[in-house]
């Protein structure tokens, strides 16, 4: 098993920055997609961004230009990196693990085995 805890929430005004973390338990082994997700209240979980063993990114439309993700794989932490965020922004942030699988231009919450509890993200204007 794989337990993942996130990181770096918190309350900032919109064109701010801020950095998410998802430390895992261990080092996950062979091919794997990490990924980031949020929701809102009522809302559904949308994928934002994710990266695979070999490095390979993709990122939703919405994270384009201001989001990158990263990886410390010798420290096992997952990283998004957000910056000129604005009130839409604001979500419960999810990291979340797909074992055996690379990089998809898309992610779906169904599709990852391995979540963390979430970080609250909140933007002001």
């Known amino acids: 098993q794989v337990q993942l805890l996130e990181s770096g929430g918190g309350s900032v005004r919109a064109g701010g920055s801020l950095r998410l973390s998802c430390t895992t338990s261990?080092?996950?082994?062979?091919?794997?997609?990490l990924a980031w997700f949020r929701q809102v209240p009522g809302g559904k979980r949308e994928g934002v961004a994710a990266?695979?063993?070999?490095?390979?990114?993709s990122y939703a439309d919405s994270a384009k230009g201001r989001f990158t993700i990263s990886q410390d794989i010798a420290a096992n932490i997952l990283y998004l990196d957000m910056n000129n965020l604005t009130p839409e922004d604001a979500a419960m942030y999810f990291c979340?693990?797909?074992?055996?699988?690379?990089?998809?231009?898309?992610?779906?919450?169904?599709?990852?085995?391995?979540w963390g509890q979430g970080t609250q993200v909140t933007v002001s204007s």
């Open positions: 261990r080092r996950i082994r062979g091919d794997y997609e």
């Open positions: 990266i695979d063993a070999e490095g390979t990114i």
């Open positions: 979340a693990v797909r074992p055996g699988a690379s990089c998809r231009a898309r992610q779906y919450p169904s599709d990852f085995v391995f």
